[in-house]
């Protein structure tokens, strides 16, 4: 029996590759299929005009392109990474009874590393949050020229109160107080390897008070060895559902304790 090639055939058959080739790329690249926007809507993370509050754009309603592109995109960053990176050096996290200095990614000056560093690119404080790679759109403008996280969140400002998302503690804005801090030393350590070598360090041959996260948990480690802690390991940008952004609840401190033995 001789079957016949028809258009239609070959239409479905390319259809079919398109498919499995973008859940590839969307699998490859970190994000469920199919639910980032879906997650990150309408939340802090949406700029576009459709959120309708809060710090947005009013002359764009598009929801991801502040981060990416799928098209034109960084070719140092992924995924489709749409934006330009911060330029800031950080002061980064000390303390006396912190035990991985010797494990910094960056062994010099500490400075943040892999997905933190696209964080940085807002967080800072002073990036601005249109400073984009490509917008098939032209310039997007943010309202009322509050372009930097520290226009907004800076001593004194009407979200003082909250000034968890002004990382960088840099306030460049008229109504800031016009400086920059780029001061990480007050925030938990990132980009630096959390594994059992830094486990038995910080021991210091007593018992152990760290722990990895146990397979399967919403905290997890990423890099090459996956053992880099960042801020997405505690932190989904996609998701809300649990306030601030985290993975997992923190009632009773989960989050804290899924690492830290108390």
């Known amino acids: 029996m001789i079957h016949r090639v028809t258009t239609m055939d070959t239409e479905k058959k390319v259809l079919i590759v398109v498919t499995i080739l973008f859940a590839a790329v969307i699998g490859w690249i970190g994000i469920p299929f199919f639910q980032a926007e879906a997650g990150i809507t309408g939340t802090k993370h949406d700029l576009s005009q459709l959120t309708g509050g809060g710090y947005w754009t009013g002359s764009s309603d598009q929801v991801c392109i ?42 010099v000056g500490h ?33 009322g020229g509050f372009d930097q996280l520290g226009d907004v969140y800076y001593p004194g400002s009407p979200y003082s109160g909250d000034m968890g998302p002004n990382i960088g503690e840099n306030f460049p804005g008229s ?27 910080d021991a210091h041959g007593g018992d152990a008070q760290l722990r990895l996260p146990p397979n399967g948990d919403a905290v997890k480690l ?11 390991s505690c932190h989904d940008v996609h998701d809300d559902s649990y306030g601030s952004f985290l993975v997992k609840p923190n009632t009773g401190s989960s989050i804290c304790l899924t690492c830290h033995i108390k």
């Not at 801090?181 to 350590?189: A, C, F, G, I, T």
Request: with cysteine; hydrophobic share 30%.
């Open 175 to 201: 109504g800031g107080s016009g400086y920059t801090v780029n001061n990480l030393s007050n925030d938990h350590p990132i980009s630096f390897a959390f594994n059992n070598a830094l486990i038995l360090d």
């Open 222 to 232: 990423y890099g090459v060895n996956q053992d880099q802690l960042e801020c997405s």
């Open 66 to 107: 502040f981060c990416h592109t799928p098209h034109n995109a960084s070719s140092t960053q992924t995924p489709l990474w749409n934006r330009q990176e911060t330029q800031e050096t950080f002061l980064a996290y000390d303390s006396p009874t912190f035990d991985g200095e010797n494990y910094f990614a960056d062994q």
């Open 111 to 143: 400075q943040p590393r892999g997905d933190s560093k696209l964080c940085l690119s807002c967080h800072d404080g002073i990036t601005a949050l249109n400073s984009l790679l490509y917008s098939f759109e032209g310039p997007i403008n943010m309202l």
